[in-house]
C-alpha cells in the first residue's frame, strides 16, 4: 500500500483536530485535573466522540462497527495526542475491542463488541503486575472450580480504572502454562480498584483479585491459549499509543517552533541561534522519520503484514525516543517559562512519559526488536 | 460491478496505452533483452570502479560493457525516460517500470552510468534551448562524452555562491581563469559544466552564469587529489584563458544559481540514497563475529544496542523515503520531509560504516592485500566521511532546514 493518506483519511483527520480543540484541549484536561475529576476525562464528550464513530472505527461492521480500520482510528488517535484529549478511546476501544475481536468466540464478539462501538461498554486491560511491562512473567491465577473460574493476584496500571465497568484480566489457569484472559466486572465481590492518579493527570488503577468468582464463559476464547491474541492486541496498542506519541511530538515541537520565533534575548530573536537552529532541525527530521514509520505500522495492521511484530517495535521505540527527546526540548527551550504549572507545556512532558511506559517502553522494544532481527 | 472492472480491459485514457499493448511491450522487451544483453552483462556491478560511464576515452573493465552500451543506446534505453527527439527512449513510466523489471529479472546491469545522465541531462532538459538539447544530450545517451561537474572552489565550499572563477565576455565567447576543487573525475572527463562569475556587481548569488566547454584545450589543467581512503575520485581543475563558447551558456547570463541550486538539490538526492543500499544485517553478522548468548541474543550488549538503535533509523528512513515518494506520486507535492534527506542519509552511511568497523574488529582495518580485499572496508569507512562534506555540509543542510522549513530568522 502507498505510503500517504487518502481524501476520506484526511477529511477524518481534520474533523477530529477540529472537535478535539474545541471540546478536548489542554484547557479542559487542566480543569479536569483541577476540579479532581473521578474519571479523569469528560463523558459528554466521550459520548459526542461515540456518536462520531470514533469508537467503532476499527470494529467490524458485523459487530456494529465501521470496519474502517485502524490506520483510520490510528489517525485520530494522532489528534488525540495533540490535544492530550483524554477518553476510554485507548482503554476500551484500541486495547480492549481488539482484545476481544482476536479471541473471543463469535458469541462473545457480538456481547461485546456492538456495545464498545457504541460507547456504552467500558473495558480495560488488566495485564501489568510489576513496575514493567513484562506479559509473560503474569502469575495472577485462576482456579478451575466446577462451572466457575476463581481468580487471586494483582495488577496495576489499569488505564481508566475508576470508570472502566469490566476489565480484561490475564491470569494463569496453570502455573506453568499458556496465558488466559477472563472478563470481570467491576463489582465483583472480592475485587478492589484502587484509583491511582498519574502523573498525566489520567486516572488508572490498582487492581486487588482476592478469590473473584467468575462463570466460565467468562473466559475469552480458550483456555491457556491467549498468548498470541494477547501479542497481537499489544502490537496494535502500541502502535495507537506510536500515533498518540506522534501527534504529541509534533504539537509540542510546533509549539516550540513558535516560542523560538518570538522569544527575544540579547536582543535577538532567541530562534536565530544557530545552537538552537540545529536543534530544532535534527528534531524535525525525528519528526518525519516517526511520522513514516507509524504510518507503514498503522497500514501493516490492516493488511495482515507478517512482520507487524517488528514494525510495532520499531514504531514504539522509535516513538519513545522522539517524544522523549521532543519534549525534553520543549521545556529546555521554553526556559523558565517552560518549568511553570500555568504554561501547558509541561503537560506534553507529563503525558509522554505515561504513554512511553505503556505496554512496553524504548529499551523494552528496542530489545524485542533487536530480537526479532535475530540477534 | 462490471462497469467498474471495464475500463481497465479497454483504453486507459491517462496513458494512452492498454494493458495488452503493456503486455506486448513486456513480452518484446524480454525477447529484446534476451538476446542481446551479454552473460557478462547479467551480474550486478562490483562496486563504484566497474560501472560503465563511456567517454572519449572509456575506462573498459570487460569488453561487453561498451557493447551492451551501444545496443541499449540504439533504443534509446540507457536513459529510458529522456525524450526519443534527443536520443532518448521516449518510454512512458509504465514502460520504464517495465523494462527496469525486465532488467532485474535476468540481472542486467544499468549499460551507462554517468554526470551526464544523472546530473546535466535533467538540467539541459529543464533549462537548454533545442539547439543546446539537440547537440548535447544524444552524445550522453550514447555515452561519447563524458561529463564532470566545476562548482566549488577553494574558498567557496559551503558558501558555494561566493565562487570568483571569472568569465570575460569576448564576443562570440567567453575567456575563463580561476580555479575550481573538488570535481569528481575531472581527470576523465571531457566535457565540464562549470558555475563561472559574469558579473561582480550585484549580490553574490548573482552575476552567476552556468556554462560549458570542452576540456581538452590548452587553458584546462587537471590535478587528482588524494583522499584519505586511498583513492582519487576529486581533482583540482586550474583555468587559464581556457574558452568557453556563448552558445553554450546554459538559461541567461548571470541567472545561473538557478540552475546550481536545481542541480544541488539532485545532488543531494543522490547523495543521500547511498545510506540506503541495504545489505545483510549488521545484527546477523555481528552474531557471527561477536557471538551470542544463551538466548541468542549479540553477546556484548553495548555493540547491540549501538547496532539495533542503527537497524531502526535505517528501517525508518527507508520508509520515509517510500513515504515522500508515495506522496508526490499522489499529487501531494514534495513535502518537507525531502529537506531531510541528504542530512539525514549521510550521517545514517557514516554510522553504518563506523559500525562496520566495529563488527569486523581486525579484519576492517587493513589497508592492502587479498586477506583484507584490498581494504575494501577501511576505504569504504574513510570515503564515507566525505559524504556529509560533499554536496552541502550537514550544518549547512540544517541551516536549511532551520531557515526555509522552520522560519527561523537569519543570526
Known sequence: ?375 | MLAEALPSLTTDITRGATVSDLEQFRAETRAWLEENCPQSMRTPARGFEDIYTGGRTPEIKHPDQKLWCDRMAERGWTVPTWPAAYGGGGLDKEEAKILAQEMQRISARRPLDSFGISMLGPALLQFGTEEQKKEHLPPIVRGEIRWCQGYSEPNAGSDLASLQTRADDQGDHYIINGQKIWTSYADKADWIFCLVRTDNSGSKHEGISFVLFDMDQPGVTVKPIKLISGSSPFCETFFDDAKALKKNLIGEEGKGWTIAKYLLTHEREMISSFGTMSRESLGQRAVQTVGADASGRLANGVLRQNIAQYQLDALVFAYTMARVGDEAKAGQGLGAASSIFKYYGTELNKRRNELNLAVQGEAALGWEGEVYDGGQLSRDWLRSKGNSIEGGTTEVQLNIISKRVLGLPDA
Not at chain 1, 121 to 136: D, I, N, R, T, V
Open chain 1, 1 to 375: 500500500m502507498a505510503l500517504v493518506l487518502n481524501e476520506e483519511q484526511i477529511m477524518l483527520k481534520d474533523s477530529a483536530a477540529g472537535f478535539l480543540a474545541e471540546k478536548a484541549g489542554v484547557p479542559q484536561l487542566r480543569a479536569l485535573r483541577d476540579s479532581g475529576s473521578e474519571a479523569g476525562y469528560d463523558a459528554a464528550v466521550w459520548q459526542e466522540m461515540a456518536g462520531m464513530g470514533w469508537a467503532g472505527i476499527a470494529i467490524p461492521e458485523e459487530f456494529g462497527g465501521l470496519g474502517y480500520g485502524y490506520t483510520g482510528l490510528g489517525l485520530v488517535l494522532e489528534q488525540v495526542g495533540r490535544h492530550l484529549s483524554n477518553s476510554p478511546l485507548e482503554s476500551s476501544v484500541l486495547v480492549a475491542a481488539t482484545l476481544i475481536n482476536e479471541l473471543g468466540t463469535e458469541a462473545q464478539k457480538q456481547q461485546w463488541l456492538p456495545a464498545i462501538a457504541g460507547g456504552e461498554a467500558l473495558l480495560s486491560l488488566a495485564l501489568q503486575e510489576g513496575p514493567h511491562h513484562a506479559p509473560e512473567q503474569v502469575t495472577t491465577s485462576a482456579r478451575r472450580e466446577g462451572d466457575s473460574y476463581v481468580l487471586s493476584g494483582s495488577k496495576v496500571l489499569v488505564l481508566d480504572a475508576p470508570s472502566a465497568r469490566h476489565f480484561l484480566v490475564v491470569a494463569r489457569v496453570e502455573a506453568d502454562g499458556g496465558l488466559s484472559v477472563f472478563v470481570v466486572p467491576a463489582d465483583a465481590a472480592g475485587l478492589t480498584v484502587e484509583r491511582r492518579s498519574m502523573v498525566d493527570s489520567r486516572a488508572a488503577g490498582a487492581l486487588q483479585l482476592d478469590n473473584v468468582t467468575v462463570p466460565a464463559d467468562a473466559l475469552l476464547g480458550a483456555a491457556g491459549e491467549a498468548g498470541p491474541a494477547l501479542e497481537r492486541t499489544l502490537d496494535i496498542a502500541n502502535i495507537g499509543l506510536a500515533a498518540e506519541l506522534l501527534g504529541l511530538s509534533a504539537e509540542a515541537f510546533e509549539r516550540t517552533v513558535v516560542y523560538l520565533q518570538e522569544r527575544k534575548q540579547f536582543g535577538r530573536i532567541i530562534g536565530s541561534f544557530q545552537g538552537l537552529q540545529h536543534r530544532a532541525a535534527e528534531l524535525f527530521a525525528e519528526l518525519e522519520l516517526a511520522r513514516s514509520i507509524v504510518l507503514k505500522a498503522l497500514q501493516a495492521i490492516d493488511e495482515g503484514a507478517d512482520n507487524l511484530p517488528q514494525l510495532a517495535s520499531a514504531a514504539k521505540a522509535k516513538l519513545c525516543e522522539v517524544a522523549q527527546r521532543a519534549s525534553n526540548e520543549a521545556v529546555q527551550m521554553h526556559g523558565g517559562i517552560g518549568m511553570t504549572d500555568e504554561h501547558e507545556i509541561g503537560f506534553f512532558l507529563k503525558r509522554a512519559r505515561v504513554a512511553q511506559h505503556t505496554f512496553g517502553d524504548y529499551n523494552y522494544h528496542l530489545d524485542r526488536f533487536a530480537r526479532l532481527g535475530g540477534f
